[in-house]
């Protein structure tokens, strides 16, 4: 599960035996989300509206890295840091 980016102290990570549809997930603290890349929408678990608002607004200008991310994740392969 690696750490691919902090965002305002939320981890976003993407597992090994990653599904469809193309997501990432958000971890701070004891909340954690899964976000679809699509949409950008929460599909599961819950943030924090603030740090929830930072994930969303980061993701936007990262949608092809982070599709590139969840490919990687799905292959098994080395899933490269986003800045």
């Given at each position: ?21 193309p997501h ?44 590139a991310a ?14």
């Open positions: 599960m690696p750490v691919v980016a902090k965002v305002d102290g939320v981890q976003i990570l993407f597992y090994a035996n990653e599904h469809p549809p990432f997930h958000a971890r701070i603290a004891k909340h954690q989300a899964v976000i679809d890349i699509e949409t950008l929408s929460v599909i599961e678990g819950f943030l924090p509206i603030a740090k929830r608002r930072s994930i969303l607004s980061w993701a936007a200008t990262r949608t092809d890295a982070l599709h969840f490919m990687q994740a799905t292959s098994h392969g080395k899933v490269e840091r986003i800045a």
